[in-house]
């Protein structure tokens, strides 16, 4: 019988790459990345066979210890984990990384896997002949080694201080990511202390998810090296700006841009404004699936610039949906940000809603509403109402409720999604949603990072 460890060419390749070992990764739909790996010798199986791994990965809970459970999600049976080979990134120091998929032991599709739910969604597009490219942006906070806050001193909001006092972190960033091939666009300090955002460059939705867990992956180990820890919580000071994972999306069909050189708003064609349209329509039943972690309500408020308002907008950052126009300054041309998702959500499902919604309305030939153009917190409560303004809740449990009885968000992510999406937000609600938001600041600053 062969030997494992000398045969296959994806081994062989990783070898001499100098790689030891390969880690393949899940993002499980309470936002949690999870891991495993194997010696260099095995990265054939990994991504042939895979690995088996237990229907409970879907539902482990942000208290690193619970298990949220559903018919489906039990101690009993068994999923293979099989990571992407034409995904796999040398990141350095003998380590290689893949995003990975559950599939059944018969290979078939598991419906709560959050990666292959984005690759159906990329594939409805495609086959509609519409091409999509996302671009992630991700906010976190530094603290010291110990979990410790680090000294408010010399920071401010997008100061060079901020560069200059976290210089070593940024240059081996920048270092780390280009080893990795993974393209930052940009990075600097943000509004809370020792808050630091990343853009990461544009690309078809997958891929662009993957390089975001690579980036968070390449983020914690720079950190821990520097001597810092890292937090991607929604809201790692109860009274600090929290931190978003903002995604920009793009559309064209036949070589045309939806969100450019057309007759509506702004040059939006008419599947431009369909497809914003549907996601405004729908952003308050999405908002338990792009925001749904029990500190994310925490985050979702007015004059925060979380996007706390189910409506859309030009450079609107008050509203949900934000408009980007093609202009000499966007080079990269028209593009629509959402604003309310965060990073204890898998960027695979929130692109997947996303798209899935866009997509719909272009189906449907979704109407457009009015454009906001002031931010909706100055407006009386009965302008917001004269202009259907809604202001997304701050209340988790409501939040799920409009979920589950959503039955456009189920048609668009299926039953068994949403109803796991619905089960680790739920278990949190149930066991830490009556907790004062400093206390759940405290407990969960590292429930999505280290």
């Excluded at 060419?9 to 495993?36: H, M, Y």
């Excluded at 908002?287 to 996007?307: D, F, H, I, K, Y």
């Excluded at 960027?347 to 454009?371: C, N």
């Excluded at 619905?422 to 999505?448: I, K, Q, S, T």
């Amino acid at each position: 019988m062969p030997n494992e460890s000398t045969t296959g060419s994806l081994a062989q390749r990783l070898t001499d790459q100098s790689v030891r070992f390969l880690a393949g990764t899940i993002w499980n739909p309470n936002g949690l990345l999870l891991a495993k790996t194997v010696p260099t010798g095995r990265a054939d199986v990994f991504a042939g066979s895979g690995l088996g791994a237990s229907p409970t990965w879907h539902g482990f809970a942000i208290d690193h210890g619970g298990i949220a459970f559903t018919e489906d999600i039990t101690p009993v049976g068994d999923l293979r984990l099989r990571v992407e080979p034409e995904a796999i990134r040398v990141i350095g120091d003998g380590l290689a990384w893949a995003p990975a998929i559950f599939v059944t032991q018969d290979g078939g599709p598991v419906p709560e896997c959050t990666r292959s739910a984005l690759v159906r969604v990329e594939a409805a597009l495609r086959e509609a002949g519409i091409g999509a490219r996302v671009g992630h942006e991700l906010e976190f906070q530094l603290a010291a080694a110990d979990g410790s806050a680090l000294p408010a001193t010399g920071w401010a909001p997008y100061s060079l201080a901020g560069v200059i006092q976290h210089e070593d972190f940024i240059r081996e960033l920048y270092a780390d990511a280009e080893r990795a091939g993974l393209q930052i666009d940009q990075l600097h300090p943000e509004y809370a202390v020792r808050q630091f955002e990343f853009a990461l460059a544009p690309q078809a939705p997958v891929a662009a998810a993957d390089a975001l867990v690579l980036a968070r992956l390449v983020v914690q180990r720079v950190a821990r090296r520097t001597g810092y820890a890292v937090s991607f919580s929604p809201k790692p000071q109860a009274t600090d700006a929290g931190n978003g994972a903002h995604q920009h999306f793009s559309l064209i069909r036949d070589d045309t841009p939806l969100f450019s050189g057309g007759d509506g708003p702004h040059g939006l064609t008419a599947d431009g404004m369909a497809a914003i349209g549907r996601v405004v329509e729908l952003i308050s039943d999405l908002q338990a699936v792009l925001a749904g972690s029990v500190l994310s309500t925490v985050r979702m408020a007015p004059g925060t610039w979380a996007g706390a308002h189910a409506a859309w907008g030009l450079e609107n950052r008050e509203v949900a949906v934000r408009l980007i126009a093609a202009t000499g300054g966007n080079p990269r041309g028209a593009h629509v940000e959402v604003k309310i998702i965060d990073p204890s959500t898998s960027a695979y499902v929130a692109s997947a809603a996303v798209l899935a919604a866009m997509l719909d309305g272009i189906t449907k030939h979704t109407s457009l509403p009015a454009e906001t153009v002031r931010d909706p917190g100055t407006m009386s409560q009965a302008e917001r109402d004269a202009a259907g303004i809604a202001v997304l809740t701050t209340d988790q449990r409501a939040a799920l409720d409009r979920l589950d009885a959503s039955a456009d968000v189920r048609a668009l992510l299926g039953d068994r999604l949403v109803d796991t999406i619905l089960a680790g937000r739920r278990y949190e609600a149930e066991h830490y949603g009556n907790l004062e938001p400093a206390v759940l600041a405290d407990r969960f600053r590292f429930a999505w990072g280290f």
